[in-house]
């Protein structure tokens, strides 16, 4: 191959790279370039690897959000969700030590070893309901909406806490992150409609 092909193609890469912000071997195969480019181009530098096949440009921005991107592009069925998504949508005081995942009920345990996760399984509109696309540095980022969240912090109140639950509301609230009408459609879903209503009467 000349040296001219092979730049080409690192040029390929790169505005790959630029474009989507995090980028897979897959990606670079789906041009039709070989996955040796991306190992050959993080030992000369112009690429950084930040977990096992995902590389990003070294000038990349690195965001508390990053992990968020990380992992949405290894995990494309996992949506960000309780104290992450809280803290995604700054409806909460608590600071998350594991990225707060959930995915389909019935799927696959993702493989994981960094960034922590903590996941929780769900199905049907429990999973699909409210989930909303967000780009963080390039890459599309499914995360529940500040309702979907507030409600889920009550389903899985014994797994973070009802007063962490209850902080979301009034925050979510007090921001005007959502409105009555999302919280109790949210709650139908859940199905914490009952738990619920005490908290939503004395937040309004």
């Not at 040796?36 to 959000?65: F, Q, S």
């Not at 493989?111 to 049907?124: A, R």
Request: charged share 25%.
């Amino acid at each position: 191959m000349h040296k001219g092909d092979s730049m080409s193609r690192q040029q390929q890469i790169l505005e790959l790279a630029r474009t989507k912000g995090i980028i897979r071997a897959e990606d670079v195969e789906a041009v039709g370039i070989s996955r040796n480019y991306l190992y050959r181009m993080h030992k000369e530098g112009l690429l950084e690897k930040i977990a096992v096949g995902l590389y990003t440009l070294p000038e990349a921005p690195v965001t508390e959000n990053s992990s968020l991107a990380e992992l949405a592009k290894r995990l494309p069925h996992a949506v960000v969700s309780l104290i992450s998504a809280l803290s995604y949508h700054g409806i909460t005081t608590q600071i998350p030590h594991e990225i707060w995942l959930t995915i389909p009920r019935g799927s696959w345990r993702p493989d994981v070893g960094y960034p922590p996760v903590n996941l929780t399984y769900v199905s049907g509109p429990a999973y699909s309901f409210g989930i909303q696309e967000h780009v963080i540095n390039g890459v599309t980022v499914k995360i529940y909406s500040p309702a979907k969240t507030v409600c889920d912090c009550f389903k899985f109140r014994n797994k973070i806490g009802l007063d962490v639950a209850i902080e979301a509301l009034r925050e979510a609230w007090r921001s005007r992150k959502t409105t009555m009408d999302e919280l109790v459609e949210a709650a139908r879903i859940d199905r914490v409609s009952k738990i619920m209503r005490p908290y939503l009467e004395a937040t309004v």
